[in-house]
């Protein structure tokens, strides 16, 4: 079974102050994690998957296989990346979307 | 993303009542998904399809059912509302597990 944790339910932080959004994952085989944020309003969208090794909007995140771990970072905290933010787990193939119970970023002036 | 569309966006109803909600999308994929969004629980998989034959039970999928009408149509039907059905709902297409889901604006769904 593949299971995804996000351990804060909120993260509450000033601008400019680094972010980490952690995401720890369960998961047999070699997984696909992702980054969805939804901003007020809006709907789901991604953010960024490991595959790509991309930094959206300034976040990076590494996959851990040794700690199985998908932290989300960004080292300067800004006001519109106030939103929830899902880590996502596939296991590829035939397999579907786990999503975290999510992490509501509040960035404040 | 215009091209994920979900009818209706906003439906109060009564405990009983039978409720559809459809979605339609013009992105071509063949990988059609209803979530469910709880506070505090995250998003859950009601039912999938990976084409429009194919039809497959999510995490929650008691109390729902789904009709897979073509490719771009996937509309989930609650037979007998309750009220702990009580939800933002999400549609989303992909072209893959792997890649990017695609994800509607969501249904807010009351029931009384």
């Known amino acids: 079974a593949q299971r995804v944790t996000q351990p804060e339910k909120l993260l509450s932080v000033f601008k400019g102050a680094p972010v980490e959004l952690k995401c720890n994952y369960s998961?047999?085989?070699?997984?696909?994690l992702f980054w969805y944020v939804q901003y007020s309003r809006q709907r789901l969208q991604l953010l960024l998957r490991?595959?790509s090794r991309e930094s959206i909007k300034g976040f990076t995140a590494d996959l851990n296989k040794g700690e199985t771990s998908f932290h989300l970072k960004k080292p300067f905290a800004q006001e519109e990346d106030s939103a929830m933010y899902y880590c996502?787990?596939?296991?590829?193939?035939?397999?579907?979307?786990?999503f975290g119970k999510g992490t509501m970023l509040l960035v404040s002036p | 993303d215009a091209d994920v569309t979900q009818t209706p966006r906003n439906r109060i109803t009564k405990t009983g009542k039978r409720i559809m909600l459809e979605c339609s999308q013009t992105k071509g994929h063949d990988r059609m998904y209803w979530y469910r969004q709880d506070p505090g629980l995250g998003l859950r998989l009601i039912y999938y399809s990976f084409d429009v034959k194919d039809i497959n039970k999510g995490e929650i999928s008691d109390g729902y059912s789904v009709s897979r009408q073509a490719q771009a149509k996937f509309s989930l039907s609650l037979e007998s509302a309750i009220p702990n059905q009580t939800a933002l709902y999400f549609c989303?297409?992909?072209?893959?597990?792997?890649?990017?889901?695609?994800f509607g604006p969501g249904t807010r769904l009351t029931v009384l």
């Open positions: 998961y047999s085989g070699s997984p696909e």
């Open positions: 989303a297409t992909s072209d893959s597990p792997n890649f990017e889901q695609f």
């Open positions: 490991h595959i």
């Open positions: 996502a787990l596939s296991g590829g193939g035939y397999s579907t979307l786990t």
